[in-house]
Structure formats: structure tokens, C-alpha cells
């Protein structure tokens, strides 16, 4: 698959407005773990192999285990791998990622409410909001994982 436009350079305003959610998102109280595991899950659900291939290495540089990353898209059978919190993370990200199946469900929410502030929420679902359009944003221009 050859590549296509590069909107950094073709839509620089929008690009730049995109890289404004990702510095929103550094200044965040997740901890980079649970950002890559978001941007994982949501780049598996989506296909993306150029954020899959980022975002693993990413992880892996924050300390994440090669063995969390091998099993995370099977992670509601390896539930002992992940802390609670991770779990709503993840069941957020699969929800919000599947917004037209169900959206994010009220049992999932009350969930997240037992384990995150309500700040912390919206932050949550601003990073699976920016991940997902960065997914968008890879598949449709065909960006090309770096050898």
C-alpha cells in the first residue's frame, strides 16, 4: 500500500490543531501506561498497524511487558494482568472506540465512577477520542510503519 498525503504538511492547521489534544493529553493524571494501553486497544479495534507498531514500541519504552502487549487485545480472558483500573480503561476505550454498537454503557460508566473522578473520566475519554482520530487519520492517508 503506498502512501498518500501527508496532512501535516498538506492541512497544517489541522494537523497542528490534532497535536494541540496531544499536548492537552501530556499534562493529563493517567500515567503513560495506561495512555499506551488505550492507544493500543484502540489502534487493535481499528486496524491501524502504523499506531499499533508506535505505540507498542512506546509502551515497551515506559516500562510496559512485551507479555501485557502479546494478550491485550485477549485481555477480558487474562484479567490477572490488569489492575481494575485498567480494565475500565480498557472496557471505556472498547466502547467509546465501538461507539455505534452501544456507546459507552451505564454499567461501564458507574465503573469508571468507583475508580476515577469525574475529571479523570473526561480526560479518559479525550484520549480514546484522540487516539481514535489519529487511527483515522493513519488508515485513510496509508502512513507507513518506519523499518
Not at 502512501?3 to 501530556?26: F, H, P, S, V
Not at 454499567?107 to 473526561?122: C, G, L, M, P, W
Not at 477520542?129 to 518506519?146: D, E, G, K, L, V
Amino acid at each position: 500500500m503506498s502512501a498518500r498525503i501527508n496532512m501535516a504538511a498538506t492541512d497544517a492547521a489541522a494537523y497542528k490543531a490534532m497535536m494541540g489534544l496531544e499536548g492537552y493529553l501530556q499534562t493529563i493524571s493517567l500515567n503513560p501506561i495506561q495512555k499506551e494501553l488505550i492507544k493500543i486497544r484502540a489502534s487493535q479495534i481499528n486496524g491501524c498497524a502504523f499506531c499499533l507498531d508506535m505505540h507498542a514500541k512506546d509502551a515497551v519504552k515506559y516500562g510496559e511487558t512485551p507479555q501485557r502487549i502479546y494478550i491485550l487485545n485477549g485481555w477480558k480472558e487474562a484479567t490477572e494482568f490488569f489492575t481494575e483500573e485498567e480494565q475500565v480503561l480498557l472496557l471505556m476505550t472498547e466502547e467509546i472506540t465501538l461507539i455505534s454498537h452501544k456507546g459507552l454503557t451505564e454499567e461501564t460508566y458507574q465503573r469508571a465512577k468507583v475508580v476515577f473522578s469525574d475529571n479523570q473520566i473526561s480526560q479518559i475519554i479525550m484520549a480514546i477520542i484522540t487516539i481514535n482520530a489519529w487511527n483515522r487519520i493513519a488508515i485513510s492517508t496509508h502512513m507507513q510503519i518506519p523499518k
